[in-house]
């Protein structure tokens, strides 16, 4: 298939998480046989920070204007087989109409922050990139977010079909390697500063750091205030290259997941981030939300403190081999459900099934593996 993609952003996963999400899905639908183009608006923030300049699994179309970028767009949906545009993306209302008007086959919306948008559209009935009589024109409203918030697309909002379609990692970029100097510490946190996660950040991170004074932490991630005040045994890193993720979640005992107040009211709103630490085989400390324990078994795959003294009980009580063994039964997990190559497929059988197209069915073994039948 020829895929058509208007997104965030697939050059720069600086300060946002839909690069690493269009890269792996992007990476998996090339490696499958499909031709991917992506639209993405040239902006100063990102073209400073371009971590994947020139991917070699699609043709990136950089653009300054919306108007100088129509006639190639309009020519690339008219032949396209699938076209897509994501949440956030700059020109994303005028990119829908122009979707829906093209001669593509299948037409979708990929929400990769979905309770955000769900809760704009209840409020004002639009977003800055989507309003909801746009919703019914798609053949598949795909969403990050799975559980209750499906329903309530397709019955408030009138999409035809919303299908979960929750982030990924490649597996074989994000795999356990060995522990580099740099990022070793007892309990690491990486993610872009929010002002509705900073507060738990400070529970069960900053909190533990302050009482445990012999422990090293690890934080990585851009947009933090200057004012911020860190403990003295908290490192912080600006920015860091998505090719050094893995090797950060290998390093430290225990790794933190965070989450948006919106995907908490909402549930079932994995982040990547949880994914791929998971699948270096780190063991996760994260807050709970509605349906998390779909994705891994609490306790076993993973720790779910409700405060500062659950945090400073892991890093003191769990043993290196205890902490292990929650790493390594997580791993197991992410690879036989939420790799790359598992959306790929999630992906063409929604597309398929909507349109109604014959297909060779596609059986997914026990570690994840494909096999064509």
Known sequence: MKIVICGLSITSSWGNGHATTFRALARALHARGHKIVFFERDVEWYASNRDLPDPNFCRVELYESWQTVLPKLRAELNDADVAMVGSYFPDGIQAVNEMCDSKAQSKTFYDIDTPITIAKLREQGKTDYLTADQIPEFDVFFSFTGGPMLQEIEQRFGARHAVP??????????????????????????????????????????APAVRLKSASFLVAGPQYPRNIIWPVNVRRIMHLNPVWHPHFYSSSRLTLNVTRRDMVQAGYSPSVRLFEAAACGAAIASDNWPGLDTFFKPGEQILLPTGTDDVIRYLCDITDEQMGAIGNSAQQRVLAEHTSQIRAVEFENAVQADGQKSAAPVKLGSTGQLAAL
């Open 165 to 206: 379609l929750y982030c990924s990692f490649d597996p074989e970029r994000y795999h356990r390697r060995p522990p580099t100097k740099r990022f070793t510490c007892d309990l690491s946190y990486m993610g872009t500063y929010a002002p509705d996660r900073q507060p738990k950040l400070e529970q069960l991170l900053c």
